[in-house]
Each structure stands twice: as C-alpha cells, then as structure tokens.
C-alpha cells in the first residue's frame, strides 16, 4: 500500500529512543523527510544514522527541549530551512511518570505537563502556519489508555495525558477548516529506553533477569500476552499522518494489545 508519504516533511519529537524512533522509521521507509527532535544531540546523531541504515531514508536530527517555547521555535526554523516546510507534526516527547496525591510534588506537575502539555502546544503553535500552508496536514499527540480510565496512584502521567486527548479533540474541530487531522495514539506497555532502564536496576542486584525476563512479567497482564514492540505503535503513527487516513480525525486509538478497559 502506497501511503503517499514521499516528500512531505515530518517532525517527531521524544524521536532518538522508542516509539519516537519507530514513528520516524516508518516514515523516512515510505519517503517522507524527517526531523526528530530530542534534549541531547549525541543520541539523536545516532539515532539519524541508525534510521537512514535501514531506511536509505532523510533524516536530520535537532536538538531542542520542547518545554521551552524559544527552544522550539528555533528547532522548527531550523526544519523549515533545512526542508521548506513542515506538513506532519508527531507530539511523542514525554516518560512516564506515576505517584499518588499524598506523594506528588508541583515539581512533578510541572516537569510532566512542561513537556507533555506545553511541549505539544508550542510545537503545534509553531507548526500551524505550515500545516496550513500544506493543505493535507496531521498532527499525532503520544497519550496512554490511563487519559481515558485512569488507575490509582497514576499521576500525574493520567492527568497529562487525559489533557493530551482532550487537546486533540479541540484542535481537530479547530483545525478542519484547513483539512489539518488531528489524532492521538493511547499507548500501553511497549519495549522502550525507560523499560530497558527500569531491567538494568533489576539486573544490577540480580545478574541472573535476563531482558527477555523482564519482557515477560511486563507483559503478562497483557490480553496479547505480550509487551508491545515500538515499531507497532510507530506503524500507526505512519499510517494516521498519511494520505490513506485522510477521513480519520479527532479520535483516540488504543495501542496497548487490548489492556485498556475503555474502547
């Protein structure tokens, strides 16, 4: 299937790790030009080389912090210099961050919707007159199935990321008279940097959990009986910025192997 992605221009942030990564591959594989955008230029150069290994794809990588506003405004002339425009914008930046009422702090607020919820809105603001310009523009926000139910002991990652699906019913009904999709993935537990993280404390104090044990009590409460694979929530990512969604727009669609308790 031909997603008519060749030329246009992508910009993916939280894009040198994890679903961020996956989403740009998918992508650069299917023609589009690609920046990813991450806090650290080291990671993100070979995050670039690993992406245009496999995809034979263009890619360039510019650092920038998305929850300070000149920061993005900086990455995203950088874009538009570099490609001439911007028609794709994947909102992915963001971990996940989980405590009860009686333990958060404000600065735990504030690190999360900094980035989660300012981030998203200062790289929509300073996308929107390219998105405009495109006249088939998309906007995909990384949110989780905890924005739709939230559990306890969830935020503030719920409370960010009920905004972030909240944000992206308003912008799609905003921005339609541009023909600019706005769409969310709700993803649940995947293979990622912070996953990988969390088994290297693990392993330090026992050698003997491997990764593959890791994966396997992260993803046996799972319905799929598994954990997720990046790449499968990069795939969607790909398919709602291309031209074969083009009817699809403020809507929430779960990636997480049938966790969820909400459709």
């Not at 649940?188 to 959990?209: I, M």
């Amino acid at each position: 299937m031909d997603l008519e992605l060749t030329g246009k221009i992508a910009i993916v942030t939280g894009g040198s790790d994890g679903i961020g990564k996956a989403a740009a591959t998918s992508m650069a594989r299917e023609g589009a030009r690609v920046a990813i955008v991450a806090r650290t230029q080291e990671k993100l150069d070979n995050a670039v080389a690993e992406i245009k290994a496999e995809t034979d794809g263009v890619v360039i990588g510019v650092a920038a912090d998305v929850s300070v506003e000149s920061d993005v405004q900086a990455m995203v002339a950088r874009v538009v210099d570099e490609f001439g425009g911007v028609d794709i914008l994947v909102n992915n930046a963001g971990t996940s961050s989980a405590t009860t009422l009686e333990l958060m702090t404000d600065e735990d607020l504030r690190v999360d919707f900094g980035i989660k919820i300012y981030g998203a809105i200062y790289c929509a603001r300073a996308v929107l007159p390219y998105l405009k310009a495109s006249g088939t523009g998309a906007i995909i926000n990384t949110t989780t199935p905890g924005g739709k139910a939230s559990g306890p002991g969830g935020q503030p990652t719920s409370l960010s990321r009920a905004s972030g699906i909240s944000l992206t019913k308003s912008w799609a009904g905003e921005l339609a008279e541009h023909n600019i999709r706005v769409n969310t993935i709700c993803v649940g537990v995947l293979k990622s940097g912070q996953h990988r993280t969390r088994w290297e404390a693990a392993n330090a104090k026992d050698p003997s959990y491997t990764l593959e044990d890791h994966w396997k009590v992260v993803g046996k409460n799972v319905p799929l009986g598994r954990i997720g694979e990046a790449r499968e929530a990069g795939d969607v990512i790909c398919f709602l910025a291309s031209a074969r969604a083009s009817y699809i727009t403020g809507t929430a669609i779960n990636v997480d192997g049938g966790t969820a308790p909400v459709v």
